[in-house]
């Protein structure tokens, strides 16, 4: 029985844009990826007898076979190396919250092909594992090394960028999903007024300056939301009130995050925040992980 303990580490999007279409249905993005502590656990059990790999997760309505991400990266990687799949389980503690846009699960099939790549003394390159990561998600190959990175195309083509220091994130949750179809959708047809200021939000990362990034925050989706969804933008005011420096949807969302430079500051705002939201959660950034 091999036995492999991993970390999936969630991302935000510190500023999102779609600036156009690409061959086969897919949107071409630009966007400022930054990962955070907010994590899942995952524990790979492995043996040889090849009586099939099945997920077990903490939340019952989570696909355990092939729908799975993880069991997905798992044969992909197996497959990669001329290795027979062997059979096992891969259980996944979910923390991150599920159609968040925090890549719940691009980082756990990202992590598990990390975790089978170190396990197995495979020497598979950061290069390798993120093209490998591309066949999972867009968002799989920034979540294999993580860190703070523009990503262009469907994500896959990345740029490092220099760290942002540490500051602290409260992220809220409302209670309802937003289908990303529906949002994409809602782009094509739409005339946007407002777009991210790529360049700005790059130039403050590279000062090093938290409350410029903050200011920079913007995410194009937000301008396409549903009048159901009107609970985001008062998320984003409450953080502001209670010490945030800026506040933005991530992904195609429905989760919240705000900027805070106080940990304190960052603290109180998420114990008044969780008294009505159940998934509030309050982190930090992280750097890259070595690959």
Not at 55 to 81: C, M, Q, S, W
Not at 229 to 238: A, G, P, T, V
């Given at each position: 029985?091999?036995?492999?303990?991993?970390?999936?580490?969630?991302?935000?999007?510190?500023?999102?844009?779609?600036?156009?279409?690409?061959?086969?249905?897919?949107?071409?993005?630009?966007?400022?990826?930054?990962?955070?502590?907010?994590?899942?656990?995952?524990?790979?059990?492995?043996?040889?007898?090849?009586?099939?790999?099945?997920?077990?997760?903490?939340?019952?309505?989570?696909?355990?076979?092939?729908?799975?991400?993880?069991?997905?990266?798992?044969?992909?990687?197996?497959?990669?190396?001329?290795?027979?799949?062997?059979?096992?389980?891969?259980?996944?503690?979910?923390?991150?919250?599920?159609?968040?846009?925090?890549?719940?699960?691009?980082?756990?099939?990202?992590?598990?092909?990390?975790?089978?790549?170190?396990?197995?003394?495979?020497?598979?390159?950061?290069?390798?594992?993120?093209?490998?990561?591309?066949?999972?998600?867009?968002?799989?190959?920034?979540?294999?090394?993580?860190?703070?990175?523009?990503?262009?195309?469907?994500?896959?083509?990345?740029?490092?960028?220099?760290?942002?220091?540490?500051?602290?994130?409260?992220?809220?949750?409302?209670?309802?999903?937003?289908?990303?179809?529906?949002?994409?959708?809602?782009?094509d047809s739409?005339?946007?007024k407002n777009?991210?200021?790529?360049?700005g939000i790059?130039?403050?990362?590279?000062?090093?300056?938290?409350?410029?990034?903050?200011?920079?925050?913007?995410?194009?989706?937000?301008?396409?939301?549903?009048?159901?969804?009107?609970?985001?933008?008062?998320?984003?005011?409450?953080?502001?009130?209670?010490?945030?420096?800026?506040?933005?949807?991530?992904?195609?969302?429905?989760?919240?995050?705000?900027?805070?430079?106080?940990?304190?500051?960052?603290?109180?705002?998420?114990?008044?925040?969780?008294?009505?939201?159940?998934?509030?959660?309050?982190?930090?950034?992280?750097?890259?992980?070595?690959?």
């Amino acid at each position: 029985m091999k036995e492999l303990r991993v970390k999936a580490y969630a991302k935000l999007n510190l500023g999102l844009d779609v600036t156009g279409r690409l061959e086969g249905g897919y949107h071409e993005v630009l966007t400022v990826m930054q990962s955070i502590s907010l994590c899942d656990d995952i524990c790979i059990r492995l043996n040889g007898d090849g009586d099939g790999l099945i997920a077990k997760t903490n939340l019952h309505y989570l696909p355990e076979g092939d729908k799975n991400i993880a069991v997905r990266a798992a044969k992909l990687f197996f497959e990669e190396i001329g290795i027979p799949l062997p059979g096992g389980t891969i259980e996944l503690k979910k923390r991150i919250p599920i159609c968040a846009g925090m890549g719940g699960g691009s980082t756990d099939g990202a992590a598990v092909l990390r975790a089978l790549n170190e396990g197995f003394s495979a020497g598979l390159g950061r290069k390798r594992i993120e093209a490998m990561a591309l066949k999972l998600g867009s968002d799989v190959p920034f979540c294999v090394a993580g860190g703070t990175a523009l990503c262009r195309g469907r994500g896959e083509i990345m740029t490092e960028l220099p760290p942002v220091p540490r500051c602290w994130i409260v992220i809220c949750k409302p209670p309802f999903p937003i289908s990303t179809p529906e949002l994409f959708k809602a782009i094509d047809s739409a005339v946007i007024k407002n777009r991210p200021d790529t360049n700005g939000i790059i130039k403050a990362i590279e000062k090093g300056s938290i409350a410029d990034l903050a200011h920079h925050l913007y995410n194009v989706f937000e301008d396409v939301l549903p009048p159901r969804c009107s609970e985001i933008s008062i998320i984003k005011s409450r953080l502001i009130d209670m010490g945030a420096l800026g506040a933005s949807m991530t992904g195609t969302g429905s989760a919240v995050f705000g900027l805070f430079g106080d940990a304190e500051v960052a603290k109180k705002a998420w114990e008044q925040l969780r008294l009505q939201y159940r998934e509030c959660f309050i982190s930090e950034t992280i750097g890259k992980i070595d690959v």
